[in-house]
């Protein structure tokens, strides 16, 4: 049986704060198929993105171990990271670059010909709707269109490991959406997609399976709906509008977030 | 195979920076060459032209070759950190390119090498090219600009170490100022591009030695205008050399790896 495309294996991550050590990420196991959007779902703070660095091999795991393709990203960074594409959470964009020219040069980093990449990036601006920018400044572009340019420039290598730290942060609901369609096309074309988010919505509507995670641990994992009806049943619940007004509504991801952890998703802001 | 990995990836970032180099040109060379140039205007033709000639490490030389001399060594000094600390910071902090490059196959030590030696080539060619112009004015022999290189580029790597570990270690940008007051602008004053060394009190001296761009002088001195060799002079360079970039490349790792 052939590896899955991901694989994280008992990884934990301490580090050293100022109050002495914190243990961000503990003992977080999962696995991503090709062709599954495999979700991590948590508030900031839970350690979603120390999870990542790590799976990426940015950070040194305290323990545990990260395989993409099979290939553990410690023992062989480079070799690894060649099957893989990062959206980090903030913005890495490389403002001495026009937009264009930013996805060329990141495609060189993983040894795509120049040719090929100018084709990529002009297939790549096209579909994220940017190509009229193709020669601007990355400095000229809006929060939205800079968001769109560092999902394609984590698509320019054709990566088939695709890791999305909060893609869809600061966009507009209709570029959001466009974005999503983005995601499903990858995932069709048997991208295994590891996406952080602390958006419920996005996680219901992307992920084949999700990981609830909180202080570091994953506290379930399965398909959204299982995850609803495991933890809240299949009734409705109340929810208290106003002082005096009650809704009664379909169980949601944060419902069970919130059983699970006694958090709410926007909640938390502590890591 | 490592090896030629890592220096794939090194070449990757480098040519990285020469892009961005090769298409700001212009530009570059205006902030690169016009504050060696007004030095080389203000004292090496103003002062120069008052002073005549002047006596150093047991030769006889005319003031403007002196301190035409020592602009190569400020050159490789304020090029070599400036790129380094403000750029350094900006690229780490601001525009994050390090952590963006370091998700590649390229990984952050290939990063940090390819910045270091970027800022070290850049500042280099800056030195060649101020000696190209100082054998333009005869101050030179027609060699100068080449056998500068050998000196110029370790020099130009250390001073790159240093501007590196200051960005590292500094929270804000504006922190910068710190190091390049009290350490930068005293080297530049002290060290010998201005005035001979051995005209400073003897404990001065002492402390101008232990500094590096004090050797730097003195070697490039020896290459452009046929100064005594003083070959205390690398060791103090190859011990600084190691030193800083060894401490900037941890200063990176710890500020950015957790």
Redesign the interface.
């Known amino acids: 049986m052939s590896q899955p495309p991901l694989r994280v294996v008992h990884l934990t991550?301490r580090?050293r704060t100022q109050d002495g050590f914190l243990e961000a990420v503990s003992d977080v196991s999962f696995e991503v198929r090709a062709g599954e959007c495999f979700g991590l779902l948590g508030p900031n703070g839970a350690g979603k993105t120390?999870a990542i660095?790590c799976i990426?091999?940015?950070?040194?795991p305290s323990s545990g171990a990260v395989f993409i393709e099979g290939v553990d990203v410690r023992a062989e960074?480079?070799?690894a990271?060649?099957a893989?594409g990062?959206c980090?959470q903030?913005?890495?964009?490389?403002?001495?670059?026009r937009v264009f020219?930013q996805l060329v040069?990141?495609a060189?980093?993983?040894?795509v010909p120049g040719a090929d990449a100018a084709r990529r990036a002009r297939s790549l601006l096209e579909r994220f709707g940017i190509a009229d920018k193709a020669g601007e400044l990355v400095e000229s572009l809006s929060g939205g269109m800079k968001r769109r340019l560092q999902v394609a420039r984590a698509l320019v290598?054709q990566p088939r490991v695709l890791v999305l730290d909060e893609p869809t942060t600061g966009l507009d609901p209709g570029m959001r959406r466009s974005l999503w369609e983005i995601l499903v096309e990858e995932r069709a074309k048997g991208a295994a997609i590891l996406l952080c988010t602390h958006y419920m919505e996005e996680a219901e509507r992307l992920c084949d399976r999700i990981a609830l995670i909180d202080s570091g641990s994953i506290r379930d994992v399965g398909a959204p709906a299982t995850l609803i009806e495991h933890h809240m049943g299949t009734g409705n619940v109340e929810e208290e509008l106003r002082p005096g007004v009650v809704w009664r509504r379909a169980p949601n991801l944060e419902d069970v977030y919130l059983r699970l952890t006694g958090a709410k998703l926007h909640e938390r802001n502590s890591a | 195979m490592k090896l030629y990995?890592a220096m794939w990836?090194v070449r990757?970032v480098w040519?990285?920076y020469f892009?961005?180099f090769r298409k700001s040109l212009g530009y570059y060379l205006v902030t690169t060459f016009a504050e060696p140039f007004l030095y080389l205007l203000a004292f090496g033709f103003g002062v120069g032209s008052l002073i005549g000639s002047l006596e150093s490490n047991g030769a006889e030389v005319s003031y403007r070759s002196f301190v035409f001399s020592g602009i190569l060594g400020q050159t490789l000094l304020f090029q070599g950190f400036y790129e380094a600390s403000y750029g350094g910071f900006v690229r780490m902090y601001y525009?994050?390119?390090f952590?963006?490059?370091?998700?590649?196959?390229?990984?952050?030590s290939e990063v940090l090498w390819g910045e270091l030696l970027w800022d070290a080539s850049k500042a280099t060619l800056a030195a060649v090219i101020i000696a190209a112009i100082g054998v333009a004015t005869r101050d030179f022999p027609l060699y100068a600009p080449l056998v500068v290189i050998p000196v110029a580029f370790p020099a130009a790597l250390l001073f790159a170490g240093l501007g590196l570990a200051v960005a590292a270690r500094s929270r804000t940008i504006e922190e910068i100022s710190y190091p390049q007051y009290l350490l930068v602008f005293p080297m530049f004053l002290f060290c010998g591009v201005f005035f001979p060394v051995e005209r400073l009190p003897a404990a001065l001296q002492w402390l101008a030695w232990a500094l590096p761009l004090t050797p730097v002088n003195s070697l490039m001195r020896t290459l452009t205008l046929g100064f005594p060799f003083q070959w205390w002079s690398v060791p103090i360079l190859a011990a600084w050399l190691v030193l800083l970039v060894a401490w900037s490349r941890r200063a990176m790792f710890g500020r950015?790896?957790?």
């Not at chain 1, 990426?56 to 040194?60: L, Q």
């Not at chain 1, 903030?90 to 001495?96: I, K, Y």
């Not at chain 2, 952590?99 to 952050?108: E, N, S, Y």
């Open positions: 991550k580090y120390t660095h990426t091999g940015f950070y040194p960074p480079k070799r990271r060649q893989l990062v980090a903030e913005d890495t964009l490389d403002t001495d670059f020219d040069r990141h060189t980093f993983f040894r290598a | 990995e990836g990757c040519l990285r892009d961005v525009q994050r390119i952590q963006a490059m370091a998700v590649t196959p390229i990984t952050l950015l790896v957790k």
